[in-house]
T-cell receptor
């Protein structure tokens, strides 16, 4: 079973636009992470937000976390064709033993 | 630093054959993981090892065995491959626990006929 569920499953935008992806989860967490996966490659860590944080920035990435709604969002501003990838949220099991990944959002940025 | 390496990159097996997927990390990480990713889906944890000498089941362990050979290496074995095990397999490692950043290998694409 998946702890995190991303929405939308697929997103297509033009270069320069912003892309927003959402993640919902079911049980309490210590932190939530976002990863990117380019086609045919392994996952690359983007950002980690702890349960006591509400917002975090890294370059063109902005992540928010609402623990009351059990949801997070990833915003990519001024998107580029190179941002085309699948994006996954991942939550821990509170014991710190394993991460559970959602099904991902497939983002396509058209030049 | 090579990070996390996996061998082989591709493999085709017949039903019932066995094979071992190899994984190694050079970051001195304590924890290592094996995931599988089916088409269009997220990753599912097969097994993990929180430290050298320990292994634990993840979400989908049936049909697999693992060995944490030393701190660097974590192998995944399919004793009798089945078509349902056709997938892409990723190894990952993290410094201490799964709540730390995980670093992924490039994956092994396995097809079982």
């Amino acid at each position: 079973s998946q702890q995190g569920e991303e929405d939308p499953q697929a997103l297509s935008i033009q270069e320069g636009e912003n892309a927003t992806m959402n993640c919902s989860y079911k049980t309490s967490i210590n932190n939530l992470q976002w990863y990117r996966q380019n086609s045919g490659r392994g996952l690359v860590h983007l950002i980690l937000i702890r349960s006591n944080e509400r917002e975090k920035h890294s370059g063109r990435l902005r992540v928010t976390l609402d623990t009351s709604k059990k949801s997070s969002s990833l915003l990519i501003t001024a998107s580029r064709a190179a941002d085309t990838a699948s994006y996954f949220c991942a939550t821990d099991d509170n014991a710190g033993n394993m991460l559970t990944f959602g099904g991902g959002t497939r983002l396509m940025v058209k030049p | 630093n090579a990070g996390v390496t996996q061998t082989p990159k591709f493999q085709v097996l017949k039903t019932g054959q066995s094979m071992t997927l190899q994984c190694a990390q050079d970051m001195n990480h304590n924890s290592m993981y094996w995931y599988r990713q089916d088409p269009g889906m997220g990753l599912r944890l097969i097994y993990y090892s929180a430290s050298e000498g320990t292994t634990d089941k993840g979400e989908v362990p049936n049909g697999y065995n693992v060995s944490r050979l030393n701190k660097r290496e974590f192998s995944l074995r399919l004793e009798s491959a089945a078509p349902s095990q056709t997938s892409v397999y990723f190894c990952a490692s993290s410094a201490i626990t799964s709540t730390d950043t995980q670093y992924f290998g490039p994956g092994t694409r396995l097809t079982v006929l």
